[in-house]
């Protein structure tokens, strides 16, 4: 079954970036032809999709999110990380790595990782 | 952008129990592409239903999906205690990107 982690910094400081990783095992990503999600949850509120990225390194971006957003794929490790930059507090939000299903930019998704909080915060 | 209402927002029930839980869009969701997610906390969340009524890998008869355009159900036939939990919709027709509503928590009465 595919698993999916996220990894990275609880904590980061307002304007800076958030970086983030997301290993995928018992699953190969350059031998498969799927896109790779980031969604993210503010407290309280909805699911938030933020962008998504082909194993080839083509993506797809929030519209919302676009300017900030950098998304790369690194299929010889099984990863894929997430760039967001200038955070502000509103950017504070549990983040989830997924696996899209579905026709291009039309997604659902069946696998996700168990989510990881980031403050952000002075 | 098309709005998910999920209802109720909380359904107090017991194990062997019939859930009902809604999932309404402000507009007609094309080609009734719309998902529905458990999720427990510390957990990730588990895709239980895509295309509205189609159950992904492994997920129990138990759960069912069902509607279209803007209304929509997943119904629970008998509650097991691991059923309780959140649950989301998701629609992923509309243009994109797709929503999410803001869930159902399923609790122990």
């Known amino acids: 079954q595919l698993q999916l982690l996220e990894s990275g910094p609880g904590l980061v400081k307002p304007s800076e970036t958030l970086s983030l990783t997301c290993t995928v095992s018992n699953g190969s990503m350059s031998s498969s032809s799927y896109y790779w999600a980031w969604i993210r949850q503010p407290p309280g509120k909805v699911l938030e999709w933020i962008g998504s990225?082909?194993?080839?390194?083509?993506?797809n971006y929030n519209p919302s999110l676009k300017s900030r957003v950098t998304i790369s794929v690194d299929t010889s490790n099984n990863q894929f990380s997430l760039k967001l930059s200038s955070v502000t507090a509103a950017d504070t939000a549990v983040y989830y790595c997924?696996?899209?299903?579905?026709?291009?930019?039309?997604?659902?998704?069946?696998?996700w990782g168990r989510g990881t909080l980031v403050t952000v915060s002075s | 952008e098309i709005v998910l209402t999920q209802s109720p927002g909380t359904l107090s029930l017991s194990p062997g129990d019939r859930a009902t839980l809604s999932c309404r869009a402000s507009?007609?969701?094309?080609?009734?592409?719309l998902a529905w997610y458990q999720h427990k906390p510390g957990q990730a969340p588990r895709l239980l239903i895509y295309?509205?009524?189609s159950r992904a890998t492994g997920i129990p008869d138990r759960f069912t999906g069902s509607g279209s355009g803007t209304d929509f159900t997943l119904t629970i036939s008998r509650l097991e205690p691991e059923d309780f939990a959140v649950y989301y919709c998701q629609q992923y027709g509309g243009s994109m990107p797709g929503t999410f509503g803001r869930g159902t928590k399923v609790d122990i009465k």
């Open positions: 997924a696996r899209p299903l579905g026709q291009q930019l039309y997604w659902y998704f069946d696998s």
């Open positions: 295309d509205a009524s």
């Open positions: 990225i082909y194993y080839t390194g083509s993506a």
């Open positions: 507009q007609s969701v094309p080609s009734d592409w």
